[in-house]
């Protein structure tokens, strides 16, 4: 099954949402910023790698939150959601159309990515700290 990735990047309490680009097949939706792995990259490598070609900002990637896997006619993966630290840099928009700071309570009233809004809930089950 297929690895993609997924920041958890938290900031006051609240986490980073971005929203996917016009013309994208997902256009409009929010979801947590990552991306899927290359040939022999480890998630944290992979997720470094995203967040830099995204939104060309410098991260450190913490520990291992959870993980859900997503089935559809057109594809199957596992999204693997990792805590992220903000480093070094702006963040530019190359890959998004806009990002949003959101408290975890809130994120429902984004109109999400079928994966991410499950990742919310088993985010939630788990009781994140948003500190």
């Given at each position: 099954m297929?690895k993609?990735?997924?920041?958890?990047?938290?900031?006051?309490?609240?986490?980073?949402?971005?929203?996917?680009?016009?013309g994208?097949?997902?256009?409009?939706?929010?979801?947590?910023?990552?991306?899927?792995?290359?040939?022999?990259?480890?998630?944290?490598?992979?997720?470094?790698?995203?967040?830099?070609?995204?939104?060309?900002?410098?991260t450190?990637?913490?520990?291992?939150?959870?993980?859900v896997?997503?089935?559809s006619?057109?594809?199957?993966?596992?999204?693997?959601?990792?805590?992220?630290?903000?480093?070094?840099?702006?963040?530019?928009?190359?890959?998004?159309?806009?990002?949003?700071?959101?408290?975890?309570?809130?994120?429902?009233?984004?109109?999400?990515?079928?994966?991410?809004?499950a990742l919310?809930?088993k985010l939630?089950?788990?009781?994140?700290?948003?500190?």
């Amino acid at each position: 099954m297929q690895k993609v990735v997924a920041a958890v990047l938290m900031k006051e309490g609240r986490v980073l949402l971005a929203q996917r680009k016009k013309g994208d097949r997902f256009e409009g939706l929010w979801e947590f910023p990552g991306g899927k792995l290359e040939p022999g990259e480890t998630p944290e490598e992979g997720l470094e790698r995203e967040l830099s070609e995204e939104f060309g900002i410098e991260t450190r990637v913490g520990k291992f939150l959870c993980s859900v896997r997503h089935y559809s006619a057109s594809q199957s993966f596992e999204l693997l959601a990792y805590e992220v630290f903000h480093v070094a840099r702006g963040f530019n928009l190359y890959d998004h159309e806009d990002i949003s700071w959101v408290f975890l309570e809130e994120m429902e009233q984004y109109p999400l990515a079928e994966p991410d809004a499950a990742l919310i809930l088993k985010l939630k089950k788990l009781g994140l700290s948003m500190k």
